[in-house]
């Protein structure tokens, strides 16, 4: 009996240890940074609005702010390249860490003071220059915690970063919604600027990570513009990333269009602001953290194709559980069970699908593929939700338009399948998942 016991021992501790390994932790902490801006032009900017009357066609083209974070691959080469002046010798990626945190905390002070009733067109100057500012934050982010985890870490640290992204948004939304009600909206939004130390103090803490390429100092022209187009010239050479480009396309279209819209649901249905901080942010954030240990769990036990697969069906039917909300109409119980739902799809969802577009970088262009790679998942399906999400749900009703984005989502999953067959999925790896 005894003789059993160092075994188990050993295997329990190994299945833990790489949750407690610094680049693991890091990675935690970089993710509670990277949430925060996107709660501030997201749920939290869309309550916002809803509360000052402006009508739903205005707020979901608000969303459209969010497709700064899609243009962001075109200045990522940038954060990959370019040494900045006086801080730069601190290293590429401690610099711009340092640089970017700073930018997103003066963007969130700038929308703190904005009003929204009286001068809609600089509210979204203000919603914009956070998503420039949090976009940026993102392309350093994304490549510092790719860059420090080792290629067996990317299943833990995908969980991990997920863990702190779930932790930062949430965090940020409940506390802009508790203090809003108490100190108004701008006091709210100052307190969540501090969201953004995390990430700069784990890049003071642990350092520049491994380096796969040198920054462009004083290069010529010719050497820039190799730099800005080298990163996808190398992707697009691999078998298949024509086919995985579009994948990550429209994977999430229908994923995107409904989250988007939660918030205009949860008006309609008058819960008030202290029913969604209890149940849309309360049980939404304990079912992510448990969708994300069982995403760690399914990546290392099914491996990347199978987990990836589940994901995406998960992902699509979570939304047919807001349909339901919406034909029920205002019941506590109904929109914890479909906050639950969903938040445990997109946990599990968020993992192995991050894992798989980090696995897909080559580690000599990290930021501009990621940028590339995260960019596409939701520009299809944020430019949607912009533009015609408000008019869908005056013209189908609720119930009708959760249906849809469910639909929306079958594409994804059958070119994800077909490609997992043919072996697509293995072909367009990079280096990221190799070394």
């Not at 691999?238 to 949860?266: E, P, Q, S, Y």
Request: charged share 10%; proline share 3%; hydrophobic share 55%.
């Amino acid at each position: 009996m005894n003789a059993g016991n160092p075994t188990r021992q050993r295997g329990l501790w190994q299945s833990v240890q790489p949750y407690l390994e610094k680049e693991s932790v890091a990675a935690f902490f970089l993710g509670m940074s990277s949430g925060f801006p996107y709660a501030m032009i997201g749920a939290t900017l869309t309550t916002r609005l809803a509360q000052d009357g402006i009508d739903k066609k205005t707020v979901t083209a608000f969303t459209l702010a969010f497709l700064v974070y899609n243009l962001k691959v075109f200045w990522a080469w940038l954060v990959d390249g370019v040494r900045l002046p006086l801080i730069g010798g601190m290293g590429q990626r401690v610099s711009w860490m340092l640089l970017s945190g700073v930018l997103v905390m003066a963007a969130v002070a700038n929308l703190a003071f904005v009003d929204p009733s009286a001068d809609l067109s600089s509210t979204v100057l203000a919603a914009v220059l956070v998503g420039v500012a949090g976009a940026t934050f993102d392309i350093v982010i994304d490549a510092y915690r790719i860059e420090t985890l080792k290629p067996y870490q990317l299943g833990t640290g995908s969980g991990m970063s997920q863990y702190g992204w779930r932790i930062g948004s949430a965090g940020a939304g409940a506390l802009a919604l508790v203090m809003s009600a108490r100190y108004g909206w701008s006091a709210a939004y100052l307190a969540c600027a501090a969201f953004a130390l995390p990430a700069m103090a784990m890049a003071l803490i642990l350092g520049e990570p491994k380096r796969h390429r040198d920054p462009i100092a004083r290069k010529g022209v010719g050497e820039v513009f190799g730099a800005i187009i080298g990163p996808f010239g190398e992707f697009f050479r691999r078998n298949g990333a024509w086919l995985v480009l579009l994948f990550i396309l429209v994977h999430k279209v229908g994923d995107t269009l409904a989250n988007l819209t939660f918030r205009l649901l949860f008006d309609d249905l008058g819960f008030s602001n202290d029913e969604i901080a209890i149940w849309d942010v309360g049980v939404g954030f304990w079912a992510y953290l448990i969708g994300v240990f069982i995403g760690g769990v399914a990546y290392a036990k099914m491996g990347l194709k199978r987990s990836v697969l589940l994901a995406l069906v998960l992902m699509a039917v979570s939304n047919l559980s807001f349909a339901a909300l919406a034909a029920a109409g205002h019941s506590n119980i109904g929109m914890a069970g479909a906050i639950g739902f969903e938040n445990i799809a997109s946990g599990y969802g968020g993992v192995v699908v991050v894992a798989y577009f980090s696995a897909l970088c080559d580690l000599r262009y990290t930021a501009a593929q990621y940028a590339m790679i995260s960019a596409s998942a939701s520009v299809v399906g944020r430019f949607a939700t912009g533009t015609t999400a408000g008019g869908l749900i005056e013209s189908l009703g609720y119930v009708n338009f959760y249906v849809l984005t469910t639909l929306l989502a079958l594409p994804g999953i059958a070119l994800f399948w077909w490609m997992s067959r043919s072996g697509l999925v293995d072909a367009a790896m990079g280096t990221a998942g190799e070394e």
